[in-house]
Each structure stands twice: as C-alpha cells, then as structure tokens.
C-alpha cells in the first residue's frame, strides 16, 4: 500500500455534468500528479502541483482544473463532461521531483453516460 | 503519437520462459522509471534507472537504461505467473515532467 488514497473509487455522471476526485498524497509529499488512463492506455498526463501551485501541464482542455490545499491533497475538477472522459484517473505524489519515486493512488474509475 | 515506445503492445507466454520488453524514444530523459499495473489498480513502482547503460536486476527482472537516455529495456528470466500485468515505462524530463507509455500486457501462462 503506497499511503496515496483516492475518492470516490467509483463514479458515475451524466454528459454535462461536473466532477470533482480527490486526492491524499504519502505523509511528507509535497507534490501531486493527476493522469488519465483509458481503457488498454498509458496514462497521459493532466497536470502537476507542487506546494500549491500548478507546475506543469498537460495537453488537456481549461475544463480540467485542479487545486491543492495547504495539506498537499489535491482535487481534479472537470466540467462539461463528455463521453470520452470514461478514464481512470491516477493521481501519484512525491517529494518534489519525479526522478526519485512516485506514488500512485488506486485511481478512480469515472464513467460518463 | 506518443512520446514513448512501448513493444511489443502484448505478450503471451508459458511459465519458465523469458522476454524482453522495450521502451523507446527519440527524446532524452533524466530518469526512465518502470511500473507494473494491475487490473483497477494504480502502477506500482518497479525501479528508476538514472545513468545512462545503466543495469539495474529485481531479482529475475532486469533493467538497463541506453547509453544516450532514450531508450530503456526490461528482461524477465523463467517468467511465473504473478509476473502477469500490465508493464508501463515512464520518461522523466526535468524534474517533473513524466510521461508514460502505451505499456505491454504481459500474460504468463501455467
């Protein structure tokens, strides 16, 4: 077990619809990572904060948002949702740099209907 | 198009054989990481490989990292069920920009 825990595991919403996942990071961790991961894909990376701020980002649309509170949990906001963002999402935390360790979440499986 | 290679896409084997999985890219990294991903679950960290044609062994598992950085290998010796899953690399560029591959979906048979 890695100390990374998400929520809900599970998900399901209607098109349209906005969603917010959530993330714990490991105790000490100042950094979190979110990821998309499709059915039989790698995951593709949405965005990076590190001590609050965003600090990367991936080729996602403005509809994907996230933030990190001073606790260095995390949420992943998506409005509008569509069809295609049935994923798993993953999020992974470190301490401050991903050339060490990374520690993903069991993800959660968000379907759109 | 990704920026990682992975190949073969899928791998099905018997017990007690080995195989070889490849990573490849056309950009360099500072680290290349492998995971292993079980069905609903999130990838789990098999090791980092920093220096170029570096080798790196997990017990049956070996890893090496290509001379330049941008490619990397793993071989799994006499592969057992449990090695099973699905195997992802992952590039670091930086200090923070990690993007993974495709991964290939390992199947050991009994």
């Known amino acids: 077990e890695t100390g990374v825990t998400q929520s809900p595991t599970h998900l399901i919403k209607t098109r349209g619809q906005q969603v917010t996942l959530r993330c714990s990071s490991q105790?000490?961790?100042?950094?979190v990572s979110w990821y998309q991961q499709a059915l039989g894909q790698g995951p593709q990376f949405i965005f990076q904060?590190?001590?609050?701020?965003?600090?990367g980002r991936g080729n996602f649309p403005p509809r994907f948002s996230g933030l990190q509170f001073p606790n260095y949990s995390s949420e992943l906001n998506v409005n509008a949702l569509e069809l295609d963002d049935s994923a798993l999402y993953l999020c992974?935390?470190?301490?401050?740099?991903?050339?060490?360790?990374?520690?993903f979440g069991q993800g959660t499986r968000l379907t759109v209907v | 198009t990704q920026l990682l290679e992975q190949s073969p896409q899928f791998l099905s084997i018997q017990e007690g054989e080995n195989l070889t999985v490849y990573c490849n890219s056309s950009?360099?990294?500072?680290?290349l990481q492998w995971y292993r991903q079980e069905p609903g679950e999130g990838p789990v960290l098999l090791v980092t490989?920093?220096?170029?044609?570096e080798v790196k062994k997990l017990k049956r598992l070996t890893f090496q990292f290509g001379d330049a950085r941008k490619d990397s290998s793993l071989h799994i010796t006499a592969a057992q069920p449990g090695d099973t899953g699905l195997y992802l690399c992952?590039?670091?560029?930086?200090?923070?920009?990690?993007?993974f591959g495709a991964g290939t979906r390992l199947t050991v048979k009994p």
């Open positions: 992974a935390s470190s301490t401050g740099t991903l050339n060490t360790e990374a520690f």
């Open positions: 105790s000490g961790h100042n950094t």
């Open positions: 904060y590190y001590r609050e701020e965003e600090n």
């Open positions: 950009s360099v990294f500072s680290s």
């Open positions: 490989v920093v220096t170029g044609g």
């Open positions: 992952a590039g670091v560029r930086g200090d923070n920009d990690m993007r």
